[in-house]
């Protein structure tokens, strides 16, 4: 992913003036990206250029232009009128606006979009074909597809339903245009946009987003530049600018030439692919050349690089462009349950037909080699989930999920997918397997734990084995012919009888039809053959000389012709040279030379390449000891005058075992020669004497036959240590990628234990954990304060342990949560007079599943002594209010509303309780000390100190109190309040 921003970008938010000098200057760049347009449509100035020619380059170029994808959703309106301000109306591409529209929603964006742009705006129509230079908009309650430049309306199976109308173009449009397919995600919610921008780099598009900072909302945008598949993040000013240098260049405008002879080209692309190997150890030399050009190329386009020397260049100096270059050439672009009716066949009959076959709880063992972000693992994983289910049957399930991207592996172990995979996994499935979290889906714990992620090259890593099911969909297309069928070697090998292939739709077994039979054509589903004679596999590496597709022309070529050195060299080796054989790391022997049938023999029963097992009877113990050596030095040894029975005479040979190191290709290939020393006429002489000492002597006879026969028996156990120690690599390397995936969960699970230790802590709540059966699982420190508990306690009822305080129905309280999930709560006393808040609540797993019970205590001393604190003042206060000689009442000056008094107001008032609530504190007192009563008592609480006010309180019987007020104001963090104290000057007792 390729970041490009000024530092006007990098300071936001930005002047208003900079960013119209930005949109400026990206418009005028933009101007001069079409100009080449222009010239080429224009009218020839003579008559030397054929109209013919100038005619179909037009035409060439009117049915192969880009058509651009956007999707916008909230806040997407700002980002389009951004966009359309800067886009040239003679691009030479079409525009395919899509949003997020309600179905009966009369969308008025072409209005909109015409005050920014000259180019002609359309609704899109059903069988409306796609031109140059125009912006089309999307239907409101239709989904839009393209097929042969031919836009689709497609009516949502469920209209309410959550759609991804973005995603569903985007898609569509990496089917029909491939490398011509552009998309450009803008400011929006959620994650709509983001699957289908992946499909579109695979199909090798290109792809931009807008810079997430600059977002009005940056959720769909932000999801987007995530999966790492973002070509360009780049304010919308600056998108049409470099949208139009893209298309210019020969990757997207076929008529122009890259200018680099066959030769020189093919060279360069070498010299990438080293760079490449140099700094990821991947080596692609044996990838479909095409394929790899095509990718380079693409890279070139997004810099606008034309020279393919210029490019290599340019990432020798920059080697983040090498890291982004190998993320392109992997091609990572998967999705769940791709391809549904080849899952659903997998399922009912693959899947159905393993999991029948097996016994309770037996290993059921697949590998998913290439699993990118791991969507075909998991959806494998589902199928099997849910045949277990219906068929009541559980297996040990193991699933290796492989892949050389390690990024892509760190992804896949995450288990952690945008909400928009809705598209292709059902409702059921959503509900049944994923926990959802904002936007986003998680696998949930029973699926995840099926899976093991490992970073491995098919290439260079030793495989898995004894499986029941591979899965390698959408990889082997990318690998040449010979890369193929080492391959499919090696899936045969790792196989159990029976086990099945599940290749991608546009992948096939080729030749290799006596190793697998064919399951069902359609959808490339195999099963291994039973009974084969087992091929040499070159586990784990192969060779990588000659490999390019040049140099694999010329080899076939000197094949079919007639070459006099080689003529010459195999005569001289026939006649002079010694008998040799080649055989790889397993012993099996890939080539022979000379009279070998003295050495090598032909065993009875199904045929074999294992020297051992071919070799001479009187050779295989000593070259068993010598290849067993040699494993270990790698060095050449020469046994000397080894005698061989030959009918009736002897052969006496030197025997010489060399490892082969002349390079890459030949690491791990050893030559054996057979260096016959004695004339046959002597060795017959030697023979004869021999027979006749057998014949005259019968105990040596004895010992040569218990020789013979221990001879046999070592070699046998032997060759059974050999099968083992094959085995225990394979098992080895299972390990290894298990010990990787289980140290990773060992990381989160010590990060999370020491999060929830440090949390546990700090509240300072004492809580104690119980399983269903109700035995203690771990406790926070806090609680010993409770409970006579020690770490040792762990595992024991809750009822076994002394308290300090009544735990008698402590018990049957937490029985009784977990039977019915309602939480219970109370308060306790302790006996040292503390007092605590006890809850009990039902104990649930990320799954949803109730495991136990939890109970918390809150120390809430302080609080019940404030409390009783409280009621003691309040007591008091209560007690002098009454019994006071001066009325007191408190009231709420803005409203006048009466909130509390004294028996004593009462008197002085002439009304009783209950009448006070119904009055006002104005309505008590006549307007003759002042002359708006409710003005001043709305005006007290605007006073900070103590007011003294003589006033006269009106009886109901008319009779007038002279009184002495003297207010207070009293605030809350709600209410501001007045209290008066009320003098009668009439009581004699005043003074």
């Known amino acids: 992913m390729v970041r490009k921003k000024t530092e006007a970008e990098k300071k936001k938010p930005a002047q208003t003036g900079k960013k119209e000098a930005l949109a400026k200057e990206s418009k005028v760049q933009a101007k001069k990206a079409v100009t080449p347009t222009v010239a080429k449509t224009a009218m020839p ?104 430049r031919t836009f689709q309306l497609i009516q949502p199976l469920e209209p309410h339903a959550y759609r991804l109308p973005i995603d569903f173009f985007f898609r569509s449009l990496a089917d029909d245009l491939g490398e ?53 993040v780049l304010p919308v000013e600056r998108m049409p600018g470099e949208l139009l240098k893209y298309i210019k260049h020969p990757y997207i405008d076929s008529v122009r030439s890259t200018g680099a002879t066959e030769e020189k080209y093919q060279n360069n692309v070498t010299k990438i692919l080293l760079q490449i190997r140099n700094h990821t150890g991947q080596d692609f030399s044996q990838y479909k050349q095409n394929t790899i050009r095509r990718r380079i190329e693409r890279r070139m386009a997004v810099h606008q690089i034309d020279k393919i020397a210029d490019y290599l260049s340019y990432i020798r100096e920059n080697t983040a462009e090498i890291g982004i270059l190998y993320k392109d050439l992997l091609i990572g672009v998967t999705n769940f349950f791709r391809d549904k009716d080849a899952f659903d066949l997998l399922k009912n009959t693959v899947i159905s037909e393993i999991i029948q076959r097996k016994q309770t709880n037996s290993a059921l063992r697949v590998w998913v080699a290439g699993c990118a972000t791991g969507e075909e693992a998991y959806s494998i994983a589902i199928l099997i989930a849910e045949i277990m289910e219906k068929k009541q049957r559980q297996c040990n399930v193991q699933i290796f999920a492989t892949d050389i991207d390690s990024t892509a592996i760190e992804f896949a172990r995450a288990g952690i997918y945008p909400d928009s995979i809705a598209a292709d996994v059902s409702k059921e499935r959503l509900k049944q397997f994923f926990i959802k979290e904002d936007n986003s889906y998680k696998l949930k714990k029973r699926i995840r734990e099926m899976l093991v992620f490992a970073a491995q090259s098919l290439i260079k890593d030793p495989p898995f084995s004894r499986l029941d099911l591979v899965s390698c969909r959408n990889v082997l297309i990318y690998m040449d012919a010979s890369l193929q069928k080492k391959i499919l070697s090696v899936f045969h090998y790792t196989l159990n009888k029976d086990g099945y292939l599940f290749l991608g739709s546009s992948e096939t077994i080729g030749n290799f039809t006596d190793l697998f039979s064919t399951e069902n054509a359609k959808w490339k589903i195999y099963k291994r053959k039973s009974g084969v004679i087992e091929k040499g596999v070159d586990l784990p590496a192969l060779p990588t000389k000659g490999v390019f597709q040049s140099d694999r022309k010329e080899e076939k070529k000197d094949y079919g012709e007639i070459n006099i050195i ?112 004695l004339p046959a006429e002597k060795a017959r002489k030697k023979g004869k004497a021999s027979l006749k000492i057998s014949k005259e002597d019968p105990q040596i006879t004895k010992l040569e ?11 046998a156990t032997i060759e059974e240590l050999e099968t083992s120690n094959e085995e225990m690599k394979s098992t080895n390397e299972e390990l290894q990628s298990t010990n990787e995936e289980l140290q990773n969960k060992l990381n989160e699970l010590s990060r999370s234990n020491n999060d929830l230790n440090n949390l546990l802590a700090s509240t300072e709540i004492a809580t104690i954990f119980l399983d269903t059966k109700l ?25 076994d342990i002394t308290a300090k305080f009544n735990t008698d129905t402590l018990r049957d309280d937490s029985a009784e949560v977990l039977r019915t999930l309602v939480k219970k709560e109370c308060q306790i006393q302790t006996k040292e007079q503390a007092f605590y808040n006890m809850r009990i609540l039902p104990y649930r797993t990320v799954d949803n599943v109730i495991d136990g019970v939890v109970i918390t205590f809150i120390d809430v001393t302080k609080i019940k002594n404030t409390e009783d604190a409280l009621r003691l003042i309040e007591s008091r206060f209560d007690m002098l209010n009454q019994s006071s000689l001066f009325g007191i009442v408190l009231f709420n000056p803005e409203s006048g509303v009466i909130v509390d008094y004294n028996k004593k107001f009462e008197e002085q ?57 003297m207010s207070t104001v009293i605030k809350t963090s709600k209410n501001i309040y007045v209290q008066c104290v009320v003098k009668d000057l009439t009581d004699p007792l005043r003074t």
């Open 45 to 148: 100035k003579t008559k030397t250029i054929a109209p013919a020619r100038d005619e179909k380059v037009i035409k060439e170029q009117t049915m192969t232009f880009p058509i651009v994808g956007i999707g916008a959703s909230a806040g997407g309106l700002e980002a389009l009128e951004g966009f359309f301000s800067n886009m040239p109306d003679n691009s030479n591409l079409a525009v395919v606006v899509i949003q997020h529209l309600a179905p009966k929603y009369k969308s008025i964006m072409a209005t909109l979009l015409n005050k920014y742009t000259t180019m002609k705006i359309l609704e899109i129509n059903d069988g409306m074909r796609a031109l140059p230079n125009c912006v089309y908009l999307n239907t409101p309650g239709m989904d839009v597809a393209i097929m042969n």
């Open 566 to 677: 080689q003529l010459a060299e195999r005569e001289i080796l026939n006649k002079y040279a010694p008998s040799f054989a080649l055989i790889n790391e397993k012993h099996e022997i890939l080539y022979v030379n000379g009279n070998i049938h003295k050495y090598l023999l032909t065993p009875p029963g199904v045929p074999t390449f294992n020297i051992l097992k071919m070799a001479h009877e009187d050779l295989r113990y000593k070259l068993s000891a010598i290849l067993h050596k040699i494993s270990r030095r790698k060095e050449t040894i020469i046994e000397k005058e080894v005698k061989i029975r030959d009918n009736e005479h002897f052969l006496t040979i030197d025997l010489t075992v060399k490892p082969l190191k002349t390079g890459i290709a030949t690491e791990g290939l050893t030559m054996i020669i057979f260096d016959e020393k």
């Open 775 to 799: 035995n203690i699982v771990r406790f926070t420190p806090m609680l010993t304060k409770l409970f006579n508990m020690l770490l040792s306690d762990i595992g024991r009822s809750i009822g």
């Open 180 to 232: 011509k397919a552009i998309c450009i995600v803008l400011s929006g919610t959620g994650t709509d946009g983001t699957l289908g921008l992946k499909a579109i780099k695979g199909a090798g598009g290109m792809t931009m987003a807008q810079d997430e900072t600059e977002a009005k909302y940056d959720s769909m945008p932000r999801s987007a530049i995530n999966t790492g598949a973002v070509d360009l």
């Open 909 to 965: 008032t002439g009304r009783s309780l209950k009448e006070q609530h119904t009055y006002k504190i104005w309505d008590c007192f006549s307007p003759e000390k002042t002359k708006n009563p409710a003005e001043f008592f709305q005006g007290l609480s605007k006073k900070n100190e103590t007011v003294s006010m003589e006033m006269n309180i009106r009886r109901p019987d008319g009779v007038i109190v002279p009184v002495c007020l």
């Open 705 to 715: 036959l218990e020789l013979k026969s221990t001879k046999e028996y070592l070699q």
